[in-house]
Nanobody, 121 residues
Framework: QVQLVESGGGLVQPGGSLRLSCAAS????????MGWYRQAPGKQRELVAQ???????NYGDSVKGRFTISRDNAKRTVDLQMNSLKPEDTAVYYC???????????????WGQGTQVTVSS
């Protein structure tokens, strides 16, 4: 079994900052991509940011220059530093990890349970 545990969501005022963390544990052989997605009410889930095992990053257009993703391969964690938050960043944020559980196994995606981020004055 694989578990993804997220932390760090909450309520913040516009212009403020939050840091989200996600830790992967369980039967994991290797991890390729780790990332964050978000879903606001009435909208589709969208990519926020992702980072490969080699450190290459990709960001959604709406968060470029404000959010920073980082990962610790040894600890199997991925963090999302969110600065200059706007009300439109309000959403449930989901950790996403692409991994395989054994050598030669298939790559599969796993999702965290989601953490609420609310940006409001």
């Amino acid at each position: 079994q694989v578990q993804l545990v997220e932390s760090g969501g909450g309520l913040v005022q516009p212009g403020g900052s939050l840091r989200l963390s996600c830790a992967a544990s369980g039967r994991i052989f290797s991890i390729s991509v780790m990332g964050w997605y978000r879903q606001a009410p009435g909208k589709q889930r969208e990519l926020v940011a992702q980072v490969t095992s080699g450190g290459s990053t990709n960001y959604g257009d709406s968060v470029k220059g404000r959010f920073t993703i980082s990962r610790d391969n040894a600890k199997r964690t991925v963090d999302l530093q969110m600065n200059s938050l706007k009300p439109e960043d309000t959403a449930v944020y989901y950790c996403n990890v692409r991994l395989r559980t054994q050598l030669g196994g298939v790559w599969s995606e796993y999702w965290g349970q989601g953490t609420q981020v609310t940006v409001s004055s």
